[in-house]
Every structure is written in C-alpha cells, then in structure tokens.
C-alpha cells in the first residue's frame, strides 16, 4: 500500500466518523489502531495528517454531494480491488465500533460502497 493509499483509507474512516455526527473515544482508538496496522511512511505525523484530514472530512459531511466528491476522490487512490475491499472492511468494523450501525452510518456505507464499485 503506498502512502496516498494509506491516507485514502484514513480519510475513509474519517468520513465514517463523521457520518453519525457524535464521536467517540472508541472511534479514535480504532482509527488510531488501522493506521497502526497499515503503516505511516510519510514526512508528517499522522497526527498532522489528521488535523487537515479531520477539516477536509467535516467540510465534506456537509452535503451529501460533498461526500460523494470526497469518496470518488478516494476511490481514485484505492484504485486496485482489493484494496477498495480492505478499505471498506475496515469502514465496516469501524462503524460497528460502538455496537451499532445506525441510519446515517448505513446510507454512508452504501455511498462508500457505490463509489468504491465493489
């Protein structure tokens, strides 16, 4: 996985994140452990990364056109098929985090899944 492709896959959870609006704790730890496990090859922290991913990803919840934008432009990164189905694997536990998968986490899914033609 190269690095775009590590950043598309954190700026996936980070949609999901927002998707249900309250955040929480346990969603951080999970974010925090997939880019753990993916790796981070990159002149800035994640922790950098993220302050600039968490703007891009709040601006894009806002509309539901501006998170279709946002996933077509990560599917574009995610461009091999099985990293479009890591990713959404990971989106999947990520969004069950807190034991359920509501509305809006489940119409965000489906927006992902579409996007990301799996």
């Known amino acids: 996985m190269t690095q775009k492709q590590r950043e598309a896959v954190v700026d ?3 949609l999901g994140m927002f ?3 309250p955040l929480r704790v346990s969603e951080e730890a999970k974010l925090l452990s997939v880019i753990e496990e993916i790796g981070w090859e990159s002149y800035q922290t994640a922790d950098l990364y993220l302050q600039s991913a968490i703007a891009r990803a709040r601006e894009a919840v806002d ?3 501006g998170t279709k934008h946002r ?3 990560i599917g574009e990164e995610l461009n091999e098929l099985g990293l479009r189905k890591r990713a959404l694997d ?3 536990q990520f969004l069950g985090v ?3 998968v509501d509305a809006d986490e489940s119409k965000f899914l489906e927006l992902a899944r579409e996007a990301l033609k799996t």
């Open 63 to 65: 509309t539901e056109g």
């Open 12 to 14: 996936l959870l980070l």
């Open 98 to 100: 807190d034991g359920a």
């Open 71 to 73: 996933l077509e432009k």
């Open 90 to 92: 990971y989106l999947t």
């Open 19 to 21: 998707a249900d609006a």
